[in-house]
């Protein structure tokens, strides 16, 4: 045992010892129950006594500390305090976790895991990983369970910065639409009037960072904190939206919102596994956005096979407003219009068409009533022949009214999935929804785009027809917010996509530079260069991903169209070649043999090296650089495409300009033996 493991199980027995003084036994014998990383970097300590806590090691230095856990019962049983222990297992475990429609596809898991089990009928699974570490109740009891509350909380020995996603639900936090900038503040600084939502980042020593987030909730709420000081340090305790128990119906959109709320916050069987709470940890930035933690502890695959899943890009009409000119004929939500969406579609490649809010009456909550200026059968036809998917929008409540007979008759009529919009919730109510929604659709060979929702918690590696997630500040905002949304560009990578992919809407045409920046519904702007748009598209997880501007905007940018259409949406590999939280972000991707490299930067202009040795060692390479123009820090639509030829030994200079970004294409030529024609 070395000097810092010493210190470390010093810091972590006086925890415990606290712990102990707490609950009022100073005679207790105390234990401490101890795995360690496959890498040997990371340790878990658990103390399973009186109170049952853990504390979480990096190189024996202290990262974290846990509150006492308990789950509360609404008879008055905690289900922690004064347990009694009756075994407590240590394994290690390698799987091997399929994963084809993710940032890679497969991922290898290797952990160190202590279960423990309690004579009152429940117990805790403790993993640990190279990337963190997680943790998650489990009862073994013949009755239903009615909980009331959660006890989680992450203590900190030190006031640490933050980067904190507040729910923007006013007067109720838990009825949010899950967008939000974060606010960068010491834990000791969290506003005491709000909640944030999940991810939230932790910036450690040392460059050391942690996430916490959750998977795998399934039939329970998703977990907000409160953050604060508190006796022995800084933590962040958890809280969940109760069950409600009075609802309203959104006269417009059938949103159900809730007005009053019980004592419960799940009913359960008695007998199940809970969410996992999940320490995403990194030594360097780098790691976070590849961090794949909460994809592992998913639930495995629901659905069967998933070779019928469609993933891919769509052609999107709201963001832009149906903003088609130059044609003869009324532009608007109806079936000339979508048959130029289709038209544009098919001509430049792109999989998918979502017909948006509008084709079916919004104050009518009945998804199977259809406007008279929209013939869906019709549309159907025309895009069949065009070889392009359609996908329907919905309010997600006003789907689940009818789900069954909507995915019958929908997926007969040919339509190939649902964008589903407006949960703006996470209570138990809302994520059995969801759950039922998913599988549903997945019976009928359905994808399903959730909008209007929570960050994934592995529900893709769950529910694989389940393609993309919102839960993120996206480009919607520029339509009516002054938010900075380029700073924000490279700040979520390494924190909301920890969790999973996000519908983030990107691809504006009109860019702007930071001066010219200004909200606009009807014609919105994108605040940052042509270029940085561009490469969303490689740095962002999104296997469903929207090209957000209108088809004649595209055809007369075609140079531009033609480089993000040939961008794929899935991907054999991905790594962070070069990044820092809040400042710039370079991702590497590969598609079978092709390489696709993107960089963004904040408002900050920045030359960066790119050595190339994540390519194949000995072949030649294409590389196609859409990079920002001369003169994009005036005019940010400028850019320049050019092409040079590279080798795994080379390297690449690439400026970008204020609000900048780059995307790189690199195409094998040649023998990959001796790398030659």
Known sequence: MNAYT????????????????????????????????????????????????????HKGNVLLSSLPLALQLEDGT???PGAKLVSAKKRNRQETIPSPLYRKDTIRAEYNQLEFLFSEGFGITFRLFDQGAAYRFYTKKTDSLYITGEHAGFLFPKDYTCFVPYSRGEPNPFQNSFENIYAVTSVSGFDKDKLAFLPL????????????????????????????????????????????STTTVHPFRGQVVPVAYSE???????????????????????????????YSLGAPNKTGPSDWIKPGKVAWDWWNNWGVTGVDFPVGINTDTYKHYIDFAA??????????????????HDIMKV?????????????????????LWCVGYVLDNKLEEACRVYSDMGFKGFKVDFMDRDDQLVVNMLYRIAETTARYHMVVNLHGMYKPTGFNRTFPNVLNFEGVFGLEQSKWSREDLVPYDVTFPYIRMVAGPVDYTQGGMRNTTRADFHPVY??????GTRAHQVATYVVFDSPLVMLCDNPVTYSKEQETTDFITGIPVVWDQTCILQGEVGEYIVSARRKEDTWFVGGLTNWTPRTLTLHLSFLEPGRLYEAS????????????????IETVTVTSEQELSVYLSPGGGFAIKFSAVGNPLCGTP
């Open 522 to 527: 009807n014609n919105p702007m994108a605040a």
């Open 625 to 640: 650089v859409f990079r920002d123009g001369t003169n994009a820090h005036r005019h940010a639509t400028d850019y320049k």
């Open 371 to 391: 406007i008279p200026e929209i013939d869906l059968k019709e549309l159907v036809a025309y895009a069949g022949q065009k070889g392009v998917d359609l996908m």
């Open 347 to 364: 001509a430049n490649g792109i999989e998918y068409v979502v017909l948006d809010e509008g084709w079916s009456p919004p104050s009518g």
């Open 201 to 244: 980042l932790v910036c450690l020593e040392d460059n050391l960072k942690v996430v916490l987030t959750e998977s795998d909730l399934e039939s329970y709420p998703g977990m907000y904190l409160k953050g604060g000081k508190v006796p022995g340090g800084y933590a962040f305790r958890s809280v969940f939206a109760p069950i409600p």
């Open 78 to 80: 905690s289900l922690g």
């Open 6 to 57: 010493k210190r470390g199980n010093r810091l972590f027995l006086l925890f415990a010892l606290v712990t102990c003084l707490h609950a009022g036994n100073l005679q207790a014998k105390v234990k401490i129950h101890s795995i360690v990383s496959p890498n040997g970097n990371l340790e878990l300590q658990v103390v399973a006594g009186t109170e049952i806590s853990f504390c979480l090691l």
């Open 264 to 294: 419960v916050m799940a009913a359960v069987s008695g007998t199940r596994t809970f969410p996992w709470r999940i320490m995403a940890v990194s030594e360097k930035d780098t790691e976070l956005p590849v961090n794949d933690l909460v």
